[in-house]
Structures are given as C-alpha cells and as structure tokens.
C-alpha cells in the first residue's frame, strides 16, 4: 500500500519562509550611457596638436640660426646712347729729309751748326765751331787722306788745318770741330773752311759771327 510522504512540502515551506526574512538588496540603479559631446573631439584634437607641437619646440636646437644678409640687386642705368666724332688727323710730313747720294766721289751735306750764323761773340773771346756734316758722295772719306782746313776769309781760326779723327762711309757723319779767338774790335767777321781729298776741296762751310 503506497505511503504518503509529508518530508518534502515541509522543505518547500521553510525555503520560502527564509526567503521572506531575508533583507531585500537595494537594487543598483543602471547609470545612464554618457551623451555624446561632439564639440569634445575637437577640443581632444586640438589638445593633441598643441601637445605635439610643444613637444616638436622642445626638441628643436636652442642655437639662432644665422641671417644671412642678401645683397640688394644693383639698379641697372639706363643704357645711353654713345656718339663717336671722327676728326680727321692731318699728315704731317716727316722733318727728317731723305738722305739723297751724289754721284760725284765726293759730296756733303750739313745737318748742324754751333754757333748759328749772326752769333753774337765777345771782344777777344775763345770759342769753338762744330759743323755737324753727312758724307752723301759715293766715296767714303778716308781719315789717312782726307782733312779739314781752313779755305777763306778771317782768319779767325788758332789751327788752319785738322785731320778727321776717324773714316767716314757713305751715309755717315762726323763732327768737325775748329777751336777759334773772337778779334779785339767790334765787327761782323765770315770764315770758310773746307773738307779736301788729295788737291779737291769740297764740302765749304762758313761761320758769320758778331764781335762786341
């Protein structure tokens, strides 16, 4: 015969009696999800950049870097026009004559003389004539056979006849040098002297000088 057990609503009872005496948990309020702040980003980003850029500063070298000045460009002038004047220079001739030969043996030509014709001489004064001359004959003036002496007029002269101190070619020259004395009185004195090869006289000069 099947027997009732009583055991098990007696447990169900005293479970639920315990739950009834037991304290009711405070139940925790869910917290709300966070609005959403758009404007927030943007303050994040820029927070970001500025620490970034802070951070690029600091690692940056501390030296000044140098200036280096640029030279101011320089202001080109305006190109003028140039005019150029061709002035004709007129030829000069040459003072120098052309040296002209002689068919004769024997031929001068004079180039210089000291004292000029019309010098004026003290009274009783020593001096000296240089006659400068160009051998311009086809011979060439020997020194063994060709002097220079005196030809005419006062005799102003202290030697009347000198040797050529050397040979003179065709084209050459050669100073002839006379030492003389002024006379006492006052007067306009001419002396000729000549170069002679062998008996030939050629070459005359003549001074003209005042005494006073």
């Given at each position: 015969?099947?027997?009732?057990?009583?055991?098990l609503?007696?447990?169900?009872f005293?479970?639920v009696?315990?739950?009834?005496?037991?304290?009711?948990?405070?139940a925790t309020?869910?917290?709300?999800?966070?609005?959403?702040?758009p404007?927030s980003?943007n303050t994040?980003?820029?927070?970001?950049?500025d620490?970034a850029?802070?951070?690029?500063?600091?690692?940056?070298?501390?030296?000044?870097?140098?200036?280096?000045a640029?030279?101011?460009?320089?202001?080109?002038?305006?190109?003028?026009?140039?005019?150029?004047?061709?002035?004709?220079?007129?030829?000069?001739?040459?003072?120098?004559p052309?040296?002209e030969?002689s068919?004769?043996?024997y031929a001068?030509r004079l180039?210089?003389?000291?004292?000029?014709?019309?010098?004026?001489?003290?009274?009783?004064a020593?001096?000296?004539?240089?006659?400068?001359?160009?051998?311009?004959?086809?011979?060439?003036?020997?020194?063994?056979?060709?002097?220079?002496?005196?030809?005419?007029?006062?005799?102003l002269?202290k030697?009347?006849?000198?040797?050529l101190?050397?040979?003179?070619?065709?084209?050459?020259?050669?100073d002839?040098?006379?030492?003389?004395?002024a006379?006492k009185a006052?007067d306009?004195?001419?002396?000729?002297w000549?170069?002679?090869?062998?008996k030939e006289?050629?070459?005359?000069?003549?001074?003209?000088?005042?005494?006073?």
């Amino acid at each position: 015969m099947y027997k009732r057990d009583y055991r098990l609503p007696a447990i169900l009872f005293a479970i639920v009696f315990l739950l009834a005496c037991a304290p009711i948990a405070a139940a925790t309020p869910v917290a709300a999800p966070p609005v959403f702040d758009p404007y927030s980003l943007n303050t994040i980003i820029a927070q970001t950049a500025d620490a970034a850029a802070t951070q690029t500063f600091v690692s940056l070298p501390t030296s000044t870097p140098t200036v280096t000045a640029t030279r101011t460009p320089t202001e080109v002038p305006t190109s003028t026009p140039t005019f150029l004047f061709l002035i004709a220079t007129p030829t000069v001739p040459s003072l120098t004559p052309t040296l002209e030969i002689s068919s004769n043996p024997y031929a001068c030509r004079l180039s210089a003389q000291d004292p000029a014709d019309n010098s004026i001489i003290s009274k009783n004064a020593d001096f000296a004539v240089i006659w400068r001359v160009i051998n311009v004959g086809a011979n060439s003036w020997d020194a063994n056979s060709v002097d220079f002496h005196y030809f005419s007029g006062e005799k102003l002269h202290k030697q009347s006849v000198y040797d050529l101190p050397t040979s003179v070619p065709t084209g050459g020259q050669i100073d002839v040098i006379v030492n003389m004395k002024a006379p006492k009185a006052e007067d306009t004195y001419t002396t000729t002297w000549s170069l002679r090869a062998g008996k030939e006289d050629f070459c005359k000069l003549h001074l003209t000088v005042q005494v006073k």
